[in-house]
């Protein structure tokens, strides 16, 4: 079997493809693009110099343009906090009492949990929003400070 120059360059870009599956790391898929650009270069009757630029300049330049794209954007909230992985997060209970370490027991969602202030000053009884959820622990803060 005789392969020629791009049939290598698309292999080469499937073997990345399945080690970004592999491994997780989105950075591969853009070496991927770089061999599509190797292939694509070969078609066009590059020669090996031609190939190997145009699959660098389009690999390494995917991927810095993905590495500025991940520094640059914002960063997710923790997920014991962020209310797109839990729903709770937000929610308001009341709180009857508290006790002298900064915890009570309460009932929200037809269950009781344990609940533990995280607001500014000291706790007082009333209505607090969940801002945090501790494995089966709330952390709460006053509804209205």
Do not use: K
């Not at 061999?35 to 699959?55: D, I, S, W």
């Not at 949990?113 to 607001?119: S, T």
């Not at 009884?125 to 952390?139: E, F, W």
């Amino acid at each position: 079997m005789d392969w020629n120059a791009a049939t290598w360059w698309w292999v080469a870009g499937g073997l990345l493809v399945v080690a970004e599956l592999f491994a997780g790391s989105f950075y591969m898929l853009m070496l991927a693009l770089g061999c599509g650009a190797g292939a694509l270069a070969a078609h066009a009757g590059m020669g090996f110099t031609g190939q190997l630029v145009a699959a660098a300049l389009i690999g390494a330049g995917t991927t810095a343009m993905w590495h500025a794209r991940r520094i640059h954007s914002p960063r997710s909230a923790p997920a014991e906090s962020n209310r797109d992985v839990n729903l709770d997060i937000g929610q308001t209970l009341q709180v009857q009492a508290w006790d002298a370490e900064g915890t009570a027991r309460v009932s929200y969602r037809g269950s009781a949990w344990n609940v533990q202030f995280q607001g500014p000053g000291s706790p007082a009884a009333g209505t607090h929003v969940i801002v945090a959820v501790q494995g089966n622990r709330l952390l709460v803060a006053p509804a209205h400070p």
